[in-house]
């Protein structure tokens, strides 16, 4: 029954493919995220969902192509991996936008060789 | 837009002593200020977060302080245990629902309790 939920958890693969990450909440909030940590452990928003509208989109090269289904799902589709990509990429939601408690998935491993 | 300074990025204290980490944001409109603690492999959790109208908050040994007019804002851990530690980060938003609102991260700090 874990919170918010993102699958795969580790995803090996090759330069150029293209991959998907999921990602669930069922605590009925509104608003969900995607964040990046880079090896050095930096964490940076990457996009943010408002009941399935975007409303956060940090300068991203626009392969990555996040998609809200509805309210409950926030998916990050990447094409053409790069080298570059190789990260933890963190699924958050929380109740609203307005400043609440963001609550963060296990994070999925990303390694591009 | 927002931006968020950590100090220290590394910090070794001695099982039982306490442990300061201090963040400065830029955006005087910030309001909303989270702390959270991401142990290896893990995700980051939410340990103690303040809001702008009070300038400190404790819970049992995390307290967290918050200076507006200059500022900055601090986590005090006492009596630390080896279990706290992990990589710790402070973060500030704006607090409001809007574009502008995002919570940015400071670069975290590694806390190694020693034993």
């Known amino acids: 029954d874990t919170a918010v939920s993102q699958t795969p958890k580790y995803l090996v693969t090759q330069m150029g493919n293209d991959k998907s990450i999921k990602c669930e909440q069922n605590?009925?909030?509104?608003?969900m995220y995607w964040y990046k940590q880079d090896s050095k452990k930096f964490l940076k928003i990457m996009f943010s969902?408002?009941?399935?509208?975007?409303?956060i989109n940090e300068t991203v090269p626009n392969r990555f192509s996040p998609k809200s289904p509805d309210k409950a799902h926030l998916n990050l589709h990447i094409n053409s991996l790069e080298l570059g990509d190789s990260a933890v990429y963190f699924c958050?939601?929380?109740?609203?936008?307005?400043?609440?408690?963001?609550?963060f998935g296990e994070g999925s491993w990303l390694t591009v060789v | 837009g927002e931006n968020v300074e950590q100090h220290p990025s590394t910090l070794s204290v001695q099982e039982g002593d306490s442990a300061v980490i201090k963040c400065t944001y830029s955006?005087?409109?910030?309001?909303?200020f989270p702390w959270y603690k991401q142990e290896l492999g893990k995700r980051p959790q939410l340990i103690i977060d303040?809001?702008?109208?009070?300038g400190e908050k404790k819970d049992q040994r995390i307290a967290v302080t918050l200076n507006k007019t200059a500022k900055h804002f601090s986590l005090h851990i006492t009596e630390t245990q080896p279990e706290d530690s992990a990589v710790y980060f402070c973060?500030?938003?704006?607090?409001?629902?809007?574009?502008?609102?995002?919570?940015?991260f400071g670069t975290g700090t590694l806390l190694a309790v020693q034993p």
């Open positions: 958050a939601s929380s109740q609203d936008d307005s400043g609440n408690t963001i609550y």
């Open positions: 605590l009925g909030h509104d608003t």
């Open positions: 969902y408002n009941n399935k509208e975007l409303i």
């Open positions: 955006d005087s409109a910030s309001n909303y």
């Open positions: 303040i809001r702008s109208n009070v």
């Open positions: 973060a500030a938003s704006l607090g409001y629902g809007g574009a502008t609102n995002k919570l940015i």
